[in-house]
């Protein structure tokens, strides 16, 4: 089952901060996010382990409950190059594959 | 280090003809995953191919198929096109580590429009 973001857009100034949340019905092992702009290929951010491994980006941050199933990427002191389509990518137990979520639309203005 | 690479980068078929779309993966990674993506979505899960086997499927159907060559390559199958195909086709890649810590790459994608 597809994973729920909220919200599905936002518009931010130059140095605001945002947060963009993930939500599955499932249990997950994992979360992972990517950015993808225009026409281009998703990049990978940042993935969040069952257990509190995290990997990824430096000026980016997450969480991940794993009691309520809820991941949350926190973007601060957004630029410019933020903007993009935001998704959560969600991997269940017992398998390799990601559902992802529908994604958020971030748009930073100057 | 080459990334993910896919070709071709655009592709027009007519309804009932087959296309095959293809991938290499990032330098070091054994596995490639394929996913649809249509337009103002998020990509969706076809198959996931490791030691040239298909490992996990999504529900896609069997006009969907796949391989994954020795040098960990992969192709990406439809037969039978219908207009509903038309989407953005990625393909990532990761390394097979033995637990669920793995970064995936995405290529470029093929575009792909049914007509």
């Known amino acids: 089952q597809q994973p729920v973001q909220s919200p599905q857009a936002v518009i931010l100034r130059e140095g605001e901060d945002a947060v963009i949340n993930c939500s599955s019905s499932k249990a997950l092992y994992s979360v992972h996010w990517y950015r993808q702009k225009h026409g281009e290929a998703p990049v990978f951010l940042m993935i969040?382990?069952?257990?509190?491994e995290q990997k990824g980006h430096e000026k980016i941050s997450a969480s991940f409950n794993e009691k309520k199933q809820q991941s949350s990427l926190y973007l601060t002191a957004s630029q410019l190059s933020y903007s993009g389509t935001y998704f959560c990518g969600t991997e269940g137990t017992g398998r390799r594959a990601l559902t992802f979520g529908s994604g958020t639309r971030l748009q930073v203005q100057p | 280090d080459a990334g993910v690479t896919q070709s071709p980068t655009h592709l027009i078929k007519t309804r009932g003809q087959q296309v095959t779309l293809r991938c290499s993966p990032k330098s070091g990674h054994d596995t490639v995953s394929w996913y649809q993506q249509a337009l103002g979505q998020g990509p969706q899960f076809i198959f996931q191919?490791?030691?040239?086997?298909?490992?996990q499927r999504g529900n896609f159907p069997d006009r969907f198929s796949g391989h994954q060559f020795p040098n960990y390559s992969s192709e990406l199958n439809v037969n039978a096109l219908l207009l509903g195909d038309s989407a953005l086709y990625l393909c990532?890649?990761?390394?097979?580590?033995?637990?669920?810590?793995?970064?995936?790459?995405f290529g470029p994608g093929t575009r792909l429009t049914v007509t």
């Open positions: 990532a890649s990761s390394l097979e580590t033995g637990t669920h810590s793995y970064e995936q790459y």
């Open positions: 191919y490791y030691e040239e086997e298909e490992r």
């Open positions: 969040l382990l069952k257990g509190g």
